[in-house]
């Protein structure tokens, strides 16, 4: 599955909210319910889904979906890991 999708998975089970649907331009700002303790349950979230570990100063730097993707996308490209976007 490519990671937008994974994430928009992961933004949906942290929301508790399956009909929200998500680009590379969305912001936690057109998010309802999204604020920065939601936003530690949507890492927390990607980390399990993915089986990775994103550092919190780095995390903290993410303003879209699409830069959350991009993050991913380094840390599983240092790991050997082949991505999708």
């Known amino acids: ?8 998975a992961a933004i949906r089970t942290a929301l ?3 009909d ?4 590379e331009q ?3 700002a057109d998010v309802d319910g999204w604020d920065s303790l939601s936003h530690v349950r949507i890492i ?3 980390e399990k889904r993915l089986g990775i570990s994103i550092d919190g100063s780095e995390a ?3 303003k879209t979906v699409g830069e959350l993707v991009d993050l991913i996308g380094r840390i599983l490209s240092r790991s050997g890991k082949v991505i999708q976007r």
Do not use: G, H, K, N
């Not at 929200?20 to 680009?23: E, N, R, S, T």
């Open 26 to 28: 969305t912001t936690a």
């Open 1 to 8: 599955m490519a990671v937008i999708r994974q994430v928009e």
């Open 20 to 23: 929200i649907l998500v680009d």
């Open 60 to 62: 903290s730097y993410v």
């Open 44 to 46: 927390l979230e990607i």
């Open 16 to 18: 508790f909210d399956p």
